[in-house]
C-alpha cells in the first residue's frame, strides 16, 4: 500500500474517529486528526505537509475554507476531500474555491462518511493519477521567478497532450495542449504551482510560443500517419491584449504547413468577467483566421451566458464539477440538458470535461454530448507516449474489423 499522508479536519469526535478507522481499514496508517483549522495548521508546522485532507467545512472556530486556504499557501496540503452535509449548490461552489486556490479535489462526500464511498473514491484517485500522490512542501512551494527563467532558459517547460474522444464512436478526434516542468533532477511540477511565477515574469507569450511549437511538432507527426488531430491551447485573458497573438500562431502554422482550422484556443469563464474591445478583436482575428475558440469551465449560470453571447465563441467546455455531479445531482443534469440544447441551437461544438467513470460516460452520451475528455480515456501524456498510445489504439482497431 503506498504511504500517503493523511488530515482528518472534523469536530465531531465520533465522526472523526469513524473516519480515522475506516482509512486504517483501508491500509493507510500515516493519519493526523485535529477539530478545528487552528489545530489542524499547528499539526502540520510540526509534522510536516500531508498528501490528503479529509475535511469537514462547518467547524468551530476556524474553518475548513480559511484552514485549506492557508495550507495551501504553507504548501501543507495538495489534495482535498471535502466531508459535508452542505446543499448541493453550496458544495459546487466550494469545489470551485477550492481549484481556484490550486488545490487538488478528489470530490466530496455526506456525513456520515461510510467506508465503501471513501475507499471507492481513494481507490480511483490512485488508479488514475498519473503518478503517486506524493507531496513535500519543496515541490509544493512556489519557485522563485529566478528557477523559473532558468527552467524556461533551457527548455524544461514540456508540453502534455489529454486526448478527447468521440463518444459515440470511440474516434481520437485531437487532444489538449498543458504544460509541464521537467525540472532538472526530474522533479515535475504542475501548472498551479508555477504558472502564477511565469505570468509574473511576463514569460506567458514565450510560453505560448514554445507550446505552440511542441504541439504543432507532434500535431503534424500525427497527421503525416493519416490521423486527422485537432489541438486545444488554453490562453490566459492577458493574452488576448497582446497585438501580435494572431501574428504568432500564423507564423506557427507557415513553419508546420498546418490549417488554423486544426487549432482551437480555450479561455476559462472565470477569466472572462472584464473583457475589452482589444480582446474580443483578437478573438475575431483568431476565428476569421479558422481557430475555434472555447469557453472553458462553462456552467450555464446568467453571467455565463451573458458574456457567451456577447464573444465570437465556437465551442464550449462543460465544467468537470457538472460531469463529477451529474450522476447523482438532478440540478446538473438539467445545466447540461439546457446547454447542449443551446449549443445545437447555435451550431456549436460542446466537449464533456473530466469524464472519469463509465457512468459519466453513459450519461453525458445518452444526453447528446459529442466529445469528451479525461482520465476514462485517457491522462495527459507527452509527445512519445501519445504517438505510442495513438498506433496502439488504431492497430487495435484494425484488429477488430479483421
Known sequence: MTELRFLVLEDHAFQCELAVRSLHRIGFCHVLRAADGCEALSLLHRHGAVDIAICDLRLVGMDGLMFLRKAREAGLVRTVLIVSDLEPDLRRAVERILVQQGLQLLGSIEKPIKFRSLKRILDQQLALSESPLRSSPFHLAQPSEAEVKLGFNRQE?????????????????????????????????????????????????????????????????????????????????????????????????????????????????????????????????????????????????????????????SELKLDAGLIRNMVQENRDRTVISSTLKLARDLHMSVVAKGVETEEQLNCVTAMGCEIGQGYYFARPMNSVELVAWLSARACRSAGKLE
Open 157 to 313: 517547460f514540456r508540453a502534455s497532450f489529454q486526448p478527447k474522444v468521440q463518444l459515440r464512436t470511440g474516434e481520437v478526434v485531437g487532444a489538449e495542449v498543458f504544460v509541464r516542468w521537467m525540472r532538472d533532477g526530474g522533479g515535475v511540477l504542475s501548472p498551479s504551482v508555477f504558472l502564477p511565477v511565469i505570468e509574473r515574469c511576463g514569460l506567458l507569450n514565450g510560453m505560448l510560443a514554445e507550446l505552440l511549437d511542441q504541439g504543432l511538432a507532434t500535431q503534424k507527426l500525427v497527421q503525416s500517419r493519416g490521423l486527422p488531430f485537432h489541438l486545444a491551447f488554453n490562453l490566459n485573458a492577458s493574452q488576448m491584449l497582446e497585438p501580435e497573438l494572431a501574428n504568432t500562431i500564423r507564423l506557427g502554422l507557415q513553419r508546420y504547413d498546418l490549417s488554423a482550422h486544426g487549432l482551437t484556443f480555450e479561455m476559462a469563464e472565470d477569466s472572462l468577467i472584464t473583457v475589452s474591445a482589444a480582446s474580443i478583436e483578437n478573438m475575431v482575428r483568431l476565428r476569421m483566421m479558422g481557430c475555434g475558440l472555447s469557453m472553458e469551465d462553462f456552467e450555464g449560470g446568467h453571467s455565463s451566458l451573458g458574456r457567451f453571447c456577447h464573444m465570437p465563441f
